[in-house]
């Protein structure tokens, strides 16, 4: 295997006054570099941006030397990297959360100086590990820093936004049926960090995997089934000030009506909390009035509403099907710390308090659930930022011919954080061969296509109706099938079959 590995001769080159930037100026160039990575993700969707990102964060590691120095500028492109593309919580705290703007501004730096814990770590072990030298920066630099990027995607409920797969669905498409956005990005972090040891290679192995790509992208994974169904997407576009202002309820149920009795689909959705209150608390008369509107078209409605469950202390974020009244809720199950549920509420339920947000104490529900019978098919619906999870709504998608995300971006009133969820679900609708439809209050309302494709979208912050057709499709995918563990499992014998090397070459054995 060595043998197609390019040499690396120097770990880092020596070291000369014309070459070398003092230690501010390297750290502000890694906190630039990873602010700028933002605009590789939608709506700029610049992705070579996130390549130059990355090169600079790999060649920082290069020139550090040893692990220690590795920290430092490691955590400063991380920084960089969150605050860019996590500012849209500022919004959520400040605007609708009502904590003050300092507070808000120390809790975005905070919350980004966590997740850039993990490049931190990444390069710290870049170094650290028992590795062939030539391994250093060709494999075991991007391995860890896709194995460190899985990790920020589940530990504590985990926080896989912005992963840079997610930025490349446009180039390597027909690589997520297969290995998911955890293994394009380890393509492409691979192809950068070889870049920094041999050119040529890396180019023709970015131009290999590129070919790849193409290629597979002819393979139809997933078979349409059915007649197409007509779908009706409701976007009330309630600002979120209003939202759960008592004096707005009445126009929010009016609103909603008016748009179920205007939709001309057979499955209409309404979005993440769409009505502000409990599913039980709505009026009997509206919900009727609902129901009455959807069979007229003989349709499936599909409403985001918060539900309670049998013990009344416990409540859900939820989705119903009111044209059969009698089927089970999709409850939410990958909450949002801090926003939907209080870690540690002797710690921080004071707080929450004195914030009075609504809804801060969701409970969990499993994550296998039922899909709801619609016509023609199954459809598995999720809530919120449940679609940035890929591992898990493959889980809930394999039963089902079609995807619905029911959220509320109003929460971040015109940010890109709309933009980038819509990315993500992109790459969902591609791991699993599905259309993927997105119901949202304020936008990005859309249907994508299982190729991963926008084939309707309604423009956002406006009240209307995006009328579209979908498939049903059946049959399933190599990632729905097997999820992240091939590749999890392949980053992981790396690390093995490296330090095993290492071990070897230094008893002499070879």
Not at 16 to 22: A, G, I, P, V, Y
Not at 303 to 316: F, I, K, R, S, W
Not at 373 to 400: M, P, S, T
């Amino acid at each position: 295997m060595n043998r197609f590995i390019p040499p690396i001769h120097r770990p880092h080159p020596p070291k000369s006054q014309s070459m070398t930037l003092n230690r501010p100026t390297v750290l502000l160039l890694q906190f630039l570099s990873g602010a700028a990575a933002v605009i590789a993700f939608a709506p700029l969707s610049q992705a070579w941006v996130l390549l130059i990102s990355l090169w600079v964060l790999f060649y920082g590691w290069q020139q550090a030397g040893s692990a220690r120095r590795a920290l430092l500028p490691s955590f400063i492109w991380g920084l960089g990297y969150f605050i860019g593309n996590a500012s849209w919580i500022y919004i959520s705290l400040h605007t609708h959360g009502n904590m003050p703007a300092p507070l808000a501004a120390t809790a975005v730096f905070l919350f980004a100086a966590y997740l850039a814990l993990f490049p931190m770590l990444a390069g710290w072990l870049t170094w650290r590990l028992p590795c062939p030298e030539k391994w250093r920066f060709t494999l075991l630099a991007p391995t860890l820093f896709l194995l460190t990027e899985w990790l920020r995607g589940w530990l504590f409920t985990g926080f896989p936004w912005a992963s840079i797969g997610s930025a490349y669905i446009d180039w390597l498409g027909g690589l997520y049926p297969i290995i998911g956005t955890y293994g394009a990005g380890w393509l492409v972090a691979l192809c950068v960090s070889i870049f920094l040891v041999d050119k040529r290679f890396a180019l023709g192995l970015a131009i290999a995997v590129i070919s790849t790509s193409s290629l597979l992208s002819q393979i139809t994974w997933t078979q349409p089934m059915g007649e197409p169904v007509k779908v009706s997407v409701l976007q009330g576009n309630i600002e979120q000030s209003m939202k759960w202002n008592s004096a707005f309820y009445m126009q929010s149920l009016e609103n909603y009506l008016k748009l179920t009795q205007q939709a001309k689909g057979q499955l209409i959705l309404m979005p993440e909390t769409a009505i502000p209150s409990f599913f039980k608390d709505i009026p009997a008369w509206y919900v009727e009035e609902l129901r009455a509107a959807a069979a007229a078209k003989s349709a499936t409605l599909l409403l985001g509403v918060a539900t309670q469950g049998e013990n009344p202390q416990h409540y859900y974020n939820s989705v119903v099907n009111l044209a059969q009244p009698d089927a089970t809720p999709y409850g939410k199950s990958h909450l949002v710390p801090f926003g939907e549920h209080i870690p540690l509420p002797w710690l921080f339920g004071s707080i929450y308090k004195v914030l009075d947000m609504p809804l801060s104490g969701f409970q969990r529900a499993p994550l296998a659930q039922a899909p709801f019978d619609i016509v023609g098919g199954k459809v598995a619906a999720n809530v919120c930022y449940e679609d940035v999870f890929g591992d898990e709504i493959r889980v809930n998608a394999a039963n089902a011919t079609l995807l619905a995300n029911f959220t509320n971006m109003a929460w971040f009133d015109g940010s890109w954080a709309a933009e980038q969820h819509a990315q993500m679900a992109r790459a969902r609708a591609l791991e699993n061969g599905r259309y993927l439809i997105r119901a949202t209050n304020t936008g990005k309302t859309a249907i994508i296509n299982p190729k991963g494709q926008f084939v309707a979208v309604l423009a956002p912050e406006q009240t209307g109706i995006l009328e579209g057709e979908v498939r049903h499709m059946q049959g399933t995918t190599p990632y729905q099938w097997a999820g992240d563990k091939p590749v999890i499992g392949l980053m992981f014998g790396i690390l093995l079959l490296a330090g095993i090397l290492q071990r070897r070459r230094k008893k002499g054995d070879f």
